[in-house]
């Protein structure tokens, strides 16, 4: 126990001060690609692996790690390129995305640096190469390349996105229709599957791809005489995001006055010990893991049924 809250201390520190450690890792060739050291478990060299009869192909197989399935994904093959050659003498970064644990082949693993969210920033657009990014930086006069892990596994393995019978009914979206919701997420495919849900209820949304354009719109509206709190229902953010993270934008927001009371959830695919302690710091009134369309409906309705 101590050592876990030790962990906890230690990585609850970089909370709010708009910081991340990135693990640094090659895919093929000298491009740098970037994860967060908060999603990754540990980093293994690849063992032996278990095909798996009739699934995707970017799943090269699976490994069986202290009792548990883990499918291994081709990193390069998820990002549109060729397999992986030698896998036998590739490396696996473990990780845990939605509650759920998967693998990633990638060539090489390089180091892992601290860094400010300030330094990283969306991918160019027209590139072609933004498809599979959520973000870029440099390090060390080197491009680095944040993939959207998220794009990957709903791709290789798809999530249901609706939502269920009975959770729903007329009175509640009728409440929605006056109600709108600010969602910020770098991630193109979770804008798209929060922006779903949303307005399966009845909700209008306006969806922003990070922190900083979260904070201003939201100091425009309040510079503009109108309460936040009245403009929106409510803000659901996620946590990494490039120019400023979800922690710095709440914290941003709980040291307006002005916006006092304003209700903002943290929605997140990191997950594990650390939310807890890193929700209570910052502020945020919630936090939701992704994606389940259920718990994010039953939020809300839980919201609209409270005024």
Same mark, same amino acid.
């Given at each position: 126990m101590a050592g876990v809250l030790e962990s906890v201390n230690q990585r609850t520190k970089l909370v709010g /001060?708009?910081?991340?450690?990135?693990l640094l890792f090659r895919v093929k060739g000298a491009q740098l690609y970037g994860i967060n050291v908060f999603k990754v478990k540990e980093i293994i060299q690849c063992p032996k692996l278990t095909l798996l009869p009739g699934s995707n192909p970017v799943v090269r197989g699976v490994v069986h790690i202290r009792s548990g399935t883990i499918p291994i994904m081709d990193m390069s093959m998820a990002t549109g390129s060729a397999p992986l050659p030698d896998v036998e003498k590739a490396f696996v970064i473990i990780?845990?995305?939605?509650? +759920?644990?998967?693998?990633?082949?990638v060539s090489s693993v390089d180091k892992i640096i601290n860094m400010?969210?300030?330094?990283?920033?969306?991918?160019? +657009?027209g590139t072609g190469r933004e498809h599979y990014l959520t973000a870029v930086t440099e390090?060390?006069? +080197?491009?680095? $390349?944040?993939?959207?892990? %998220? +794009?990957?596994l709903a791709e290789v393995s798809?999530?249901?996105?609706?939502?269920?019978?009975g959770i729903l009914n007329d009175d509640i979206r009728n409440q929605a229709q006056s109600r709108k919701i600010l969602i910020v997420d770098d991630s193109k495919i979770a804008r798209k599957q929060i922006t779903r849900c949303l307005q399966n209820?009845?909700? $209008?949304?306006?969806?922003l791809e #990070?922190?900083?354009?979260?904070?201003?719109?939201?100091?425009?509206?309040? /510079? &503009?005489? %109108?309460?936040?709190?009245?403009?929106?229902?409510?803000?659901? &953010? #996620?946590? $990494?995001m490039p120019e400023m993270d979800g922690y710095?934008?709440?914290?941003?927001?709980?040291?307006?006055?002005?916006?006092?009371?304003?209700?903002?959830?943290?929605?997140? &695919?990191? &997950?594990?010990?650390?939310?807890?302690?890193?929700? $209570?710091?910052?502020?945020? #009134?919630?936090?939701?893991?992704?994606?389940d369309p259920d718990v994010l409906a039953d939020h809300l309705v839980q919201r609209l049924n409270l005024g």
């Open positions: /001060e708009n910081r991340l450690e990135l990780t845990e995305y939605n509650g +759920k644990t998967q693998g990633f082949l400010n969210w300030e330094s990283i920033h969306p991918p160019p +657009k390090i060390e006069n +080197k491009l680095v $390349e944040i993939i959207d892990v %998220e +794009k990957i798809p999530i249901r996105e609706e939502i269920s019978d209820i009845g909700l $209008e949304v306006v969806a #990070d922190g900083r354009q979260a904070w201003e719109h939201l100091y425009g509206i309040h /510079e &503009s005489g %109108e309460r936040v709190q009245d403009h929106y229902m409510m803000l659901i &953010s #996620d946590i $990494e710095t934008l709440v914290t941003r927001i709980r040291s307006e006055p002005a916006m006092e009371g304003f209700y903002v959830v943290l929605h997140s &695919s990191l &997950s594990g010990v650390f939310n807890k302690a890193m929700v $209570e710091k910052v502020g945020a #009134d919630d936090f939701i893991a992704k994606f």
